[in-house]
DNA sequence: TAACGAGATTACGAAATTGTTAAGTTAGCT
DNA sequence: AGCTAACTTAACAATTTCGTAATCTCGTTA
């Protein structure tokens, strides 16, 4: 038997659909745990520590949406991948999970062959991602080098700029609340003032001289090409 | 019994050809492992830390060019030899799978001697490889003689000074975290002020005269021509 | 429309980091 | 012991980066 290839914790009221759901993902190779609700997807996360978590949006005791707020919001989660797992074909609530920091999005009715490939790109995408260089179409950004290539201009950002930048490029589309920011790059212990990743955000718009990173008011940043 | 010549991964999906190739190869004094495909080949290449990895082109479960892809996008490998072993005489593949990375590519049907000769001389290519000399147009690096010869001059650098250089120019662009040239120059035990690597850079600096040491504030150094 | 909330801008001083020089230290040689 | 080259350290200069306050801007709300 082959080791497995990551576990994932499959969250769903519907038995059935959790049913069909595992038997797929065991067959492909991966460890699966379940959990029938938001509060209890958040404790066997803890104890389970999936690599994935399959998440459906409709649910009693605490939805989707709100469960997926919690685990990011918790730094223990930060490389855990999130795909909701829904009926609605609501593109709404696609683009607001999306933004939330989920990774895909998978709608039902569920088609096995679908669902495994999704989670198998999913995976490839997470390996790939501790990938030193990040690059898009007209933008590079090379964490060995500590340089950001633009339309083949190379532009040096001091630390702190550069670790913001590449922070939110390593999840493009995906929203990083303020505070979110502040830990990852300044750390928790560091205590800086309210408008402290605004003027870095201005001198990284400023230096690259392009909108890579797009305000989300009320919220945080996030970066788009 | 002697001692192993090299550990090599074998990956294939054919159990047949694994056993054959096994077989032979462990006849020749080296040890081998075998993946079945190419999630397993990475899994097992992690663990395993092979010499060399024998990789099957036509797999389920990530091809070998995609294996080769991402073995070849971690730096952890640089120093592992990759062969191609596969059934296409397509030359199409040939080319795609050197350019990617591979170092040699064996057709099958396998030749047992044939397979053997050229694993030695990988491995002979290897060895030799070690480089004891780094160069670029300008410049060069013998980490035999402890010598660097800039635009035709030799220069003498001392122990210390001599270690930083080619530590640095061991990876050209690459930025070195102080942390990380403390460990590989001084050691971990060893314990020196803060600024025993600015005096050592700016002495390097002095004696070539040009400025292949570039400062990444706040960071470390990286070397650059 | 005035007040308000959130972010954008700016400029500037403080803090952090590196550069430079010169003066110790140490180890090996003669 | 005396000498020398290699290393370290210390002290201070030079730079760069960072954080903040003050002031704008703009859309929203009462």
Redesign the interface.
Known sequence: M??K?GKILVVDDEKDIIQIVKYNLELN?YEVEIAENGVDAISKAKSFKPDLILLDIMMPHKDGIQTCIELRANSEYDDTLIIFLTAKSDEQSEIKGLELGADDYISKPIKPKLLVSRIHSAFRRL??DD??IISFPNLEINR???LVKHNGVEV?L??KEFELFSLLASKPGRVFLRNEILEKVWGSEVIVGDRTIDVHVRKIRQKLNADFIHTVKGVGYKFEI
Chains 1, 2 share one sequence.
């Open positions: 082959q080791s290839l190779g390996s790939k990938g030193k060995e080098r500590f040096m001091p630390r």
